[in-house]
């Protein structure tokens, strides 16, 4: 199973949006609605920020959202703040019945 | 709240077993769905599959790991463990014990690095 396609990294300055793109197959995001993010900050584990396409768990800020089209799968962060700042990464089911990650994206906060 | 934390060696040798437990704290694995996953971190790169293991013992692998992996679950410690055999310098890595609810992954545990080297 080949690991999911992101970016190496994105930038943006507080206060503006960015969006992480996520591209996978129909045998993972294009086959089911289970594609999930996570936020790592250095030396932590990751946290869960999107689950099942464009859901936020408790807790998770509304500044944070998600969605899919076709085979890939997309995070948008908006109003950019400092905190922001960490590795981020998409997870999708797959019809092998294991997980796929993504290669990780690394967020700037400029 | 839900709880988990990884412990083993941190220091394998080459062709030997690695052995991970994760213990989980504020609730019982047996009360409920419960399903661990374990999944690893190469330095510098990102997340991989191990695989996932529920409190009544199914588990599925990463069939790229083969035969080396094996989980088991200990309901009367609320623990869960990770063997993985014959492991190389490539086994190097942090490894995390998380929950899955439903299709994603809430509670994560700190991770714990190991390193394979003689």
């Known amino acids: 199973q080949s690991a999911l396609t992101q970016p190496a990294s994105v930038s943006g300055s507080p206060g503006q949006s960015i969006t992480i793109s996520c591209a996978g197959t129909s045998s993972d995001i294009g086959g089911y609605d289970f594609v999930s993010w996570y936020q790592q900050h250095p030396g932590k584990a990751p946290r869960l920020m999107i689950s099942?396409?464009?859901n936020r768990p408790s807790g998770v800020s509304n500044r944070f959202s998600a969605s899919k089209s076709g085979n890939t799968a997309s995070l948008t962060i908006s109003g950019l703040q400092a905190e922001d700042e960490a590795d981020y990464y998409c997870s999708s089911y797959t019809s092998t019945n294991t997980w796929v990650f993504g290669g990780g994206t690394k967020l700037t906060v400029l | 709240q839900v709880q988990l934390q990884e412990s083993g060696p941190g220091l394998v040798k080459p062709s030997q077993t690695l052995s991970l437990t994760c213990t989980v704290s504020?609730?019982?694995?047996?009360?409920?769905?419960?399903?661990c996953t374990w999944i690893r971190q190469h330095p510098g790169n990102g997340l991989e599959w191990i695989g996932y293991?529920?409190?009544?013992?199914?588990?599925y692998y990463n069939p790229s790991l083969g035969s080396r992996v094996a989980m088991s679950v200990d309901t009367s410690k609320n623990q869960f463990s990770l063997k993985l055999s014959s492991v190389t310098a490539a086994d190097t890595a942090v490894y995390y014990c998380?929950?899955?609810?439903?299709?994603?992954?809430?509670?994560w545990g700190q991770g714990t690095l190991v390193t394979v080297s003689s």
């Open positions: 099942d396409v464009s």
């Open positions: 504020g609730a019982s694995i047996s009360s409920g769905d419960y399903t």
């Open positions: 293991i529920s409190y009544r013992g199914s588990a």
């Open positions: 998380a929950r899955r609810l439903a299709m994603s992954y809430d509670h």
